[in-house]
């Protein structure tokens, strides 16, 4: 495993139904990139501050107990979705998925790997991630890998905290309008109410802008919108901030190199397309779209949503 001070972790954040597992899928299959195959819920419960109440832990950036073992370390991070998948199939929600791995693997080479680094928190999840490649058996691998992306919803709010932990890492956060959003979330079986939704939206986004100022050439925000309406344009600029090369794969959503007809069940958008993104917006009311614009109207100048509507 390479030192914290080189290891290439790219991590993807955004507000739920922002488009995050969208980008995260655009990412799969460049040669020059490992992509974990699910979301990447690093967080667990010892993660305690005034963000507590508004984020599930799951979906924050670790702590680590001083005294705790590697062994006691690995069950720590909360990763659901792939836990899930390796220990009860089926049901998970991605049980047709074509994966093969052996989590006593993983969790073995997890172990080695921690016990041999210097004990910090970035080498504790730099582990987390390498493990879990080493043990993907059937990963399609170009032997050029030099970076591997992660996605974990809202884990921006902790940018900081991985950008210090990962001095050549970066964070892409993804932002949408958030009328096509919450229209989206309230097909969840417990979706947030309008008024908590849109104002986490717009604090989201308020400190995405925040890091973004603050780190411009690590932390790089990209319009849902942009990406859906101009692949190619869109991709290639991410790829030059991320100094990896443009490739025919950053153009459709994959998953293993292999290219997905919907973006399901990796997340609630399943066809990332203007049309629908509209059409998604307009399944609102005139009384919905108006509350979302009057709680989100700072944001929506600087993101240029402001005549989305």
């Given at each position: 495993m390479n030192d914290t001070n080189t290891f290439n972790l790219i991590m993807i954040s955004a507000m739920y139904e922002n488009g995050g597992n969208v980008t995260h899928r655009f990412l799969d299959g460049h040669p020059a990139l490992h992509v974990y195959p699910f979301e990447s819920q690093l967080g667990n419960a010892r993660c305690s501050d005034f963000l507590s109440s508004l984020f599930p832990f799951k979906y924050r950036y670790p702590d680590f107990p001083v005294s705790s073992s590697p062994d006691e370390d690995y069950e720590l991070f909360f990763d659901e979705e792939l836990k899930t998948f390796l220990r009860n199939r089926k049901v998970s929600k991605f049980r047709g998925a074509d994966l093969v791995m052996d989590e006593s693997e993983r969790k073995r080479r997890f172990c080695e790997l921690v016990a041999t680094q210097p004990r910090t928190r970035g080498?504790?999840?730099?582990?987390?991630?390498?493990?879990?490649?080493?043990?993907?058996?059937?990963?399609?691998?170009?032997?050029?890998?030099?970076?591997?992306?992660?996605?974990?919803?809202?884990?921006?709010?902790?940018?900081?905290?991985?950008?210090?932990?990962?001095?050549?890492?970066?964070?892409?956060?993804v932002v949408r309008n958030p009328w096509s959003a919450y229209a989206d979330t309230i097909k969840r079986p417990f979706p947030l109410p309008i008024s908590r939704y849109a104002m986490t939206w717009a604090f989201m986004q308020h400190h995405a802008l925040m890091l973004a100022g603050r780190h411009p050439d690590r932390?790089?925000?990209?319009?849902?919108?942009?990406?859906?309406?101009?692949?190619?344009?869109?991709?290639?600029?991410?790829?030059?901030?991320?100094?990896?090369?443009?490739?025919?794969?950053?153009?459709?959503?994959?998953?293993?190199?292999?290219?997905?007809?919907?973006?399901?069940?990796?997340?609630?958008?399943?066809?990332?397309?203007?049309?629908?993104?509209?059409a998604t917006m307009n399944e609102l009311s005139a009384d919905q779209k108006a509350e979302i614009k009057s709680r989100c109207a700072p944001m929506l100048s600087l993101l240029n949503y402001e005549d989305f509507v």
């Open positions: 080498n504790i999840v730099a582990a987390f991630f390498q493990a879990t490649f080493d043990a993907w058996e059937n990963e399609r691998v170009s032997g050029s890998e030099t970076g591997i992306v992660g996605y974990s919803p809202v884990i921006g709010f902790d940018g900081e905290q991985i950008l210090a932990d990962f001095p050549n890492g970066h964070i892409i956060h932390f790089h925000i990209v319009r849902f919108e942009d990406l859906i309406a101009d692949p190619r344009q869109t991709m290639d600029k991410l790829a030059g901030v991320l100094g990896i090369a443009s490739s025919e794969t950053l153009m459709q959503p994959s998953w293993n190199g292999q290219p997905m007809d919907e973006v399901y069940p990796w997340g609630t958008i399943r066809m990332p397309t203007t049309e629908v993104n509209v």
